[in-house]
């Protein structure tokens, strides 16, 4: 998973990417830095491009994206949402919104 610290960078890999999925995480989360082990191999077994970026670094995207809280992952296909999970993330639940994802 690519890590982000720009907001244009972030916007890039959105519109570039048919289909992407972004892990937001702020300093000092413990749950994010738990999570990100598990979406990252989530990421790996589908094989879908994925970036991370970590939000008090890059307040803009907070505003842009509605990041209310952590961590989120969104899943975007052709530059438009597609799924969001935050603050609590049912790891069944993205893997199957990713398998979706990945066929379309």
Do not use: W, Y
Request: proline residues 4%.
């Amino acid at each position: 998973m690519k890590t982000i610290t720009t907001f244009d960078d972030l916007e890039n890999e959105i519109n570039t990417n048919e289909k992407l999925l972004l892990f937001v995480m702020s300093d000092g989360c413990t749950v994010c830095h738990a999570d990100q082990p598990r979406v990252q191999s989530l990421v790996e077994d589908i094989d879908l491009p994925a970036v991370q970026i970590t939000v008090n670094q890059m307040p803009e995207a907070a505003g842009q994206l509605s990041l209310f809280t952590s961590p989120v992952v969104i899943l975007f296909n052709q530059g438009k949402e597609f799924h969001r999970q935050a603050r609590i993330i049912d790891f069944e639940k993205l893997n199957r919104s990713m398998e979706q994802l990945k066929m379309l």
